[in-house]
């Protein structure tokens, strides 16, 4: 298929960072340190939701005693403990999907469900700082994905309409959020086995970002017979 892409918008964690491994580790640390176990299946379901709906979740999972604050604080202490030793992978093909954006001189910007806080941390932690200039966190909008508000409000920073926008995203979360944006979006799974309702609603699922460099560099190519 080929599209016609004024820009590019690039979840973060589970498709830039290899993140997301180190989250459920930290989860996991602090629930057993609570008394309880994260099960795959449960971990899986929390792919690519912003804090508080994660909170909200372990709270309809084990009830509403469930100390949220104490997870909280937990799991952030496991999980800064954790990239301090080892810092945060950046994911297979992140810098040849960079590179072929900047070659077509697509603009681009991240558009997440961390804060701007965290994603700030993590970017410097992953030594990549410098690479997005505009940024829209789940501190700038209404509502975090699923709802579209994040790539709407990182269309309108890019000053491109949400439909010429190519979102790439790893989680289900972050396709349903794109797709209700009416912008097109590649899944790139970071959990497997892919969902389902997000592999029918992507426009393409692809292996990698190695495999999101070669789909960008054949829709620019064809329209400018490079």
Not at 70 to 84: K, N, P
Not at 98 to 115: D, H, K, Q
Not at 127 to 156: C, N, Q, W, Y
């Amino acid at each position: 298929m080929v599209l016609h892409l004024k820009a590019v918008i690039f979840d973060l964690d589970g498709l830039v960072l290899d993140s997301e491994s180190g989250y459920v580790t930290a989860w996991r640390q602090a629930a057993t340190e609570m008394g309880y176990a994260l099960d795959d299946e449960f971990c899986r379901s929390l792919s690519g939701l912003h804090g508080a709906s994660v909170e909200r979740r372990l709270q309809e999972h084990f009830g509403h005693d469930f100390d949220v604050q104490r997870f909280h604080r937990l799991s952030g202490e496991f999980w800064t403990a954790q990239v301090q030793r080892h810092g945060i992978p950046i994911k297979k093909g992140f810098f040849n999907v960079l590179s072929t954006v900047e070659r077509f001189g697509l603009p681009f910007c991240l558009a997440t469900n961390s804060s701007r806080d965290n994603t700030s941390r993590c970017l410097e932690l992953a030594g990549l700082s410098e690479v997005f200039s505009k940024m829209i966190t789940r501190d700038e909008v209404m509502h975090g994905k699923p709802a579209p508000d994040v790539f709407i409000t990182a269309a309108k920073c890019l000053g491109v309409a949400v439909g010429e926008c190519l979102v790439l995203e790893d989680s289900p979360v972050g396709v349903a959020a794109a797709v209700a944006a009416g912008a097109p979006c590649i899944y790139v799974p970071s959990v497997y086995p892919a969902d389902n309702e997000a592999v029918a609603c992507a426009l393409a699922v692809l292996e990698d970002l190695d495999q999101a460099a070669g789909f960008i560099l054949a829709c620019q190519a064809h329209l400018f017979q490079v």
